[in-house]
């Protein structure tokens, strides 16, 4: 059976509502005090915004809320998307990477990261954001909080910056299996889990057994479709992609020109 669809992704909120199971944003997660068995849904609009609105609906038909964090690029940043996901009642939050966009210049960084997020509080009293990982970039875009507080800027919290991982299960769906970690250059995490998945009928058979941890991020990207033609069309792309970034990773040269060809593909 085809993993990674919305019919997949339904069975594991399914089960996860079945377990008795609570979703809260991120914003909630971390303004209220802790109560047990939370699951907080985490979606990066990396791209195809437009997956991103079926997975909203899909959620809020079963009654999920979500935080939902978009990017500035344009492949992100759909405006009928983020009204619709907005009155359907999810977080909205800012996928920052602006150090990248800056190539590195801190002060530069800082003022399109403000002028970002006073566009997406247009849309969304916005309190959370998260860093994109720009896996081709030498910027680590959380290098922004060096000199600066989240609280300058009005803000609750940044998942790396704010959940510790030993007390919440982090798991995301990294090419296309949620042990696609090594694909990953920063939006990785440790954790203090002995626990592994690779597809998420493993994970939906742990939620029903009771192992599944008491408190869990699920960071979930927008490349979920039921479309078949899309579906394989990504898996294609991905493995392409995945084993380009491995090779970059090991040759400077080819990890150079990949580098340059991420950043024509995102130019605004
Ligand atoms: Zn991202």
Not at 11 to 16: E, F, G, P, Q, T
Not at 154 to 180: C, H, K, R
Request: aromatic share 14%.
């Amino acid at each position: 059976m085809r993993d990674f669809t919305l019919k997949s992704y339904r069975s594991l909120l399914h089960a996860l509502l079945q377990a008795g199971y609570r979703f809260l944003t991120f914003e909630e997660f971390l303004s209220q005090p802790k109560e047990a068995k939370t699951i907080v849904l985490r979606h990066d609009v990396d791209e195809l915004a437009w997956n991103a609105l079926e997975i909203a609906r899909l959620e809020n038909e079963m009654g999920v809320k979500a935080t939902y964090y978009f990017r500035i690029v344009k492949q992100s940043n759909v405006p009928e998307v983020i009204v619709e996901i907005v009155s359907l009642g999810h977080e909205i939050g800012y996928h920052y990477e602006d150090l990248v966009l800056a190539d590195g210049d801190e002060k530069k960084a800082l003022d399109t990261f403000e002028s970002h997020l006073a566009y997406f509080r247009n849309y969304y009293p916005v309190k959370t954001v998260s860093m994109h990982g720009s896996s081709s970039s030498k910027y680590d875009n959380r290098l922004l909080w060096k000199n600066h507080g989240l609280s300058d800027y009005g803000l609750l919290g940044e998942p790396y910056l704010s959940i510790d991982f030993n007390q919440v299960f982090y798991m995301t769906d990294t090419g296309f299996a949620w042990d696609g970690g090594k694909y990953a250059a920063r939006d990785v995490v440790e954790n203090g889990f002995d626990m592994k998945f690779h597809s998420t009928s493993q994970v939906v058979r742990c939620v029903e057994r009771g192992d599944f941890p008491e408190h869990a991020m699920i960071l979930a990207h927008t490349l979920w479709t039921d479309n078949l033609l899309q579906w394989y069309g990504l898996h294609i792309r991905e493995f392409f992609r995945n084993n380009l970034k491995l090779i970059a990773k090991r040759n400077r040269f080819i990890g150079n020109l990949y580098g340059k060809m991420v950043k024509w593909y995102w130019k605004k």
